[in-house]
């Protein structure tokens, strides 16, 4: 399974922002995708997940209620929505696929991932 992320750029705070996140290959193996972040000296953390069989979807704290992610099973491409951006979002954006059913926010629970885009929200 290939992964490719796109739609990172710069944005003022308080503005909006979509990330994209297209995938390719064996994708029918897959049963759940992610979006993490990694800010400058910062582990990867968790931002949201969404089952491709149930359509749940699981934020972290941080994002909830500002975040949305989607997907479209038929175009394999996988959404986040991003509205009332902070600095503190300012981060590089990975998605991943996850052979696993249900809710999982460790990223070693994700055996597939993209090559990650930048957001960077201006205060």
């Known amino acids: 399974v290939q992964l490719q992320a796109s739609g990172g750029g710069l944005v003022q705070a308080g503005g909006s922002l979509t990330v994209s996140c297209a995938a390719s290959g064996r994708t029918s193996s897959t049963y759940a995708m992610g979006w993490f972040r990694q800010a400058r000296g910062m582990e990867r953390e968790f931002v949201a997940h969404i089952s491709k069989i149930t359509g749940i979807t699981t934020y972290a704290d941080s994002v909830k209620g500002r975040f949305t992610i989607s997907s479209d099973n038929a175009k394999n491409t996988v959404y986040l929505q991003m509205n009332s951006l902070r600095p503190e979002d300012t981060a590089v954006y990975y998605c991943?696929?996850?052979?696993?059913?249900?809710?999982?926010?460790?990223?070693?629970?994700?055996?597939?991932w993209g090559q990650g885009t930048q957001v960077t929200v201006s205060s």
């Open positions: 991943a696929a996850s052979t696993y059913p249900t809710y999982r926010r460790s990223t070693g629970n994700y055996a597939y």
